[in-house]
């Protein structure tokens, strides 16, 4: 199985040139070193900041999020510190929205550019807790800020090979494959994939180039950020995809 490529964190141009342009996957080490975050996050911080605070907590089943091709990704709010006391699923949240003060701990990642559209999201949840397999549309700088996560990549040319959901479902952009237990009586074409697969490390930033499909799985108590970004034309693709969403009650 081939691997991701590891390097110290480049210069930005560096980034542009390498992997930016090409969409090449890439962990950056040592990445989050001037990151608040980085010093400050951890379950007690959450807990005696915002425990108070309803946040929005995705289904598990047996430690995978729920989804349902009918229903899409069902989500409770939950007091963050009840979350932490006893977790049962996966906090999920667009962090401009429901947690703005985390703002404060997460400079923008140099690597992007300024300008055009974009989101953070966070995630956290116990070890052991999954997410599926799906691809978005925008560019992905995602940070593991705490504990480490099993991530599996597939190129978006691998697209035939992982039997998306149709286009009017509710997770349009999911595959029906779990890549940790495949079904390939099912799902035949599966076998054609190439993925690439990575542990990663509290410290390091992954870029996730656009379209990329990935799973993920957290090995500890894990919290990950996404920067999300598009430009240009794909800002606007973005916008509308997100308005598709919203009308659609599409969300994850
Ligand atoms: O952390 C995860 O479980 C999933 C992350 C993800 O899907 C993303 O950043 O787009």
Redesign the pocket.
């Known amino acids: 199985m081939k691997v991701v490529e590891r390097i110290p964190a480049p210069t930005r141009s560096e980034f542009e040139q390498r992997w930016l342009k090409r969409k090449s996957p890439v962990v950056m080490t040592g990445a989050l070193e001037d990151w608040p975050a980085r010093r400050l996050w951890s379950a007690e911080y959450f807990r005696e900041k915002f425990g108070d605070r309803l946040l929005p907590v995705a289904h598990t089943d047996e430690q995978r999020l729920r989804h349902d091709p009918a229903s899409g990704i069902p989500y409770r709010p939950m007091k963050l510190g009840e979350y932490l006391d006893r977790p049962d699923g ?1 906090s999920i949240f667009i962090i401009e929205d429901a947690l703005p003060e985390l703002l404060r701990d997460l400079p923008r990642p140099a690597w992007c550019p300024e300008r055009g559209w974009s989101m953070r ?1 966070l ?1 956290l949840s116990p070890g052991g807790t999954g ?1 599926p397999l ?1 691809q ?1 549309l925008t560019e ?1 700088l ?1 940070a593991q800020v705490v504990g480490r ?1 099993q991530i599996t990549l597939f190129p978006p040319g691998d697209g035939r090979y992982l039997y998306r959901y149709p286009l009017l479902s509710k997770l349009p952009n999911f595959s029906r494959v779990d890549v940790e237990a495949p079904d390939h009586a099912r799902f035949p074409r599966f076998r054609r994939a190439q993925p690439l697969t990575l542990v990663l490390e509290p410290g390091e930033l992954l870029y ?1 180039p656009r379209l990329w499909w ?1 799973q ?1 799985r957290s090995l500890d108590f894990s919290v ?1 950020t ?1 920067y999300w970004w598009a430009t240009g034309a794909v800002q606007v693709a973005v916008k509308a995809a997100i308005l598709y969403k919203k009308l659609r009650a599409l969300r994850y």
Request: no cysteine.
């Open positions: 996966y999201k995630w997410s799906h978005d992905n995602y996560k996730l990935h993920m990950s996404s």
